[in-house]
């Protein structure tokens, strides 16, 4: 059985979800409302925050949609830290263009506490957007974080 995931984080990484999820395949860009992206769970990995969708009216998140197997949900399930760091759920996205809604799994931080995110593991979600086209609202936010952390080293 096949499943779709909705990513916003580092797993908007094609080669960290190769390297996670043996068997994906990109759908391409989408976005998810009613939230908004934030780095609520510290990461000893990452040495600093990791990403979060929080909920928000009016907010939207942009990712990336993957179809995954059963086995790459299970993997996902097991590097997100599902369900003590990251609850995964039901919910769903529009494609890009707005046209289409898809039911997809996703994950949220179960205990939120605001933890700035490194450059490097910011700069998958800039460099993702940037090559996505997400537009240009949503990655001014995601610069806004950057400018953020360049400000504090």
Same mark, same amino acid.
């Given at each position: 059985?096949?499943?779709?995931?909705?990513?916003?984080?580092?797993?908007?990484?094609?080669?960290?979800?190769?390297?996670?999820?043996?068997?994906?395949?990109?759908?391409?860009?989408?976005?998810?409302?009613?939230?908004k992206?934030?780095?609520?769970?510290?990461?000893?990995?990452?040495?600093?925050?990791?990403?979060?969708? &929080?909920? !928000?009216?009016?907010?939207?998140?942009?990712?990336?949609?993957?179809? +995954?197997?059963? $086995?790459?949900?299970?993997?996902? *399930?097991?590097?997100?830290?599902h369900?003590?760091?990251?609850?995964?759920?039901?919910t769903?996205?529009?494609?890009?263009?707005?046209?289409?809604?898809?039911?997809?799994?996703?994950?949220?931080? &179960?205990? !939120?506490?605001?933890?700035?995110?490194?450059?490097?593991?910011?700069? +998958?979600?800039? $460099?993702?957007?940037n090559?996505? *086209?997400?537009?240009?609202?949503?990655?001014d936010?995601?610069?806004?974080?950057?400018?953020?952390?360049?400000?504090?080293?």
């Amino acid at each position: 059985m096949t499943h779709l995931y909705f990513a916003y984080g580092s797993n908007l990484s094609t080669e960290q979800m190769n390297w996670r999820c043996k068997y994906n395949e990109l759908v391409g860009p989408a976005y998810l409302e009613g939230y908004k992206l934030d780095f609520t769970f510290r990461s000893t990995a990452w040495g600093g925050g990791c990403a979060d969708i &929080v909920r !928000k009216e009016g907010g939207v998140v942009w990712g990336l949609l993957y179809r +995954i197997t059963d $086995d790459g949900l299970k993997a996902l *399930d097991h590097y997100e830290g599902h369900p003590t760091a990251y609850r995964r759920f039901e919910t769903s996205v529009r494609l890009k263009d707005g046209t289409e809604k898809r039911s997809v799994w996703t994950y949220e931080v &179960v205990k !939120k506490k605001a933890c700035l995110p490194t450059k490097e593991y910011l700069g +998958i979600i800039l $460099d993702a957007a940037n090559w996505h *086209d997400f537009p240009k609202s949503y990655r001014d936010e995601i610069q806004e974080v950057w400018d953020k952390i360049s400000s504090r080293i």
